[in-house]
């Protein structure tokens, strides 16, 4: 089991910046690889990125080139660094992991991003 703890949301203007936190405990060992997905009101869940195993990471394409995955050696501690702020970034914004072997995933409980003047 492993357990996800997120924190670091907040009202931000437009064109600012921000950095989430993803506080991962348990069986850590068995991390495989780590990501978030964002769900705005009324909008399904949408999946932002992930950093695979050997540190490379991933996209959805509004985002590039202003947030940014970053992890620690081991996997108990990952970031959503976001720049550049738009109001259609505002979302709840779920860190999750994938176990290793069979593909599991455990789901942090959410924190809210609001971007508005």
């Known amino acids: 089991q492993v357990q996800l703890v997120e924190s670091g949301g907040g009202l931000v203007q437009p064109g600012g910046s921000l950095r989430l936190s993803c506080a991962a405990s348990?069986?850590?060992?068995?991390?495989?690889?780590m990501g978030w997905y964002r769900q705005a009101t009324g909008n399904e869940r949408e999946w932002v990125g992930h950093?695979?195993?050997?540190?490379?990471?991933d996209y959805v394409d509004s985002v590039k080139g202003r947030f940014t995955i970053s992890r620690d050696n081991r996997n108990t501690m990952m970031y959503l660094h976001m720049n550049s702020l738009k109001p259609e970034d505002t979302a709840v914004y779920y860190c999750y992991v994938v176990i290793g072997g069979w593909g599991k995933k455990y789901w942090g409980q959410g924190t809210q991003v609001t971007v508005s003047s």
């Open positions: 950093i695979r195993p050997n540190g490379s990471t």
């Open positions: 348990g069986s850590t060992s068995t991390i495989y690889a």
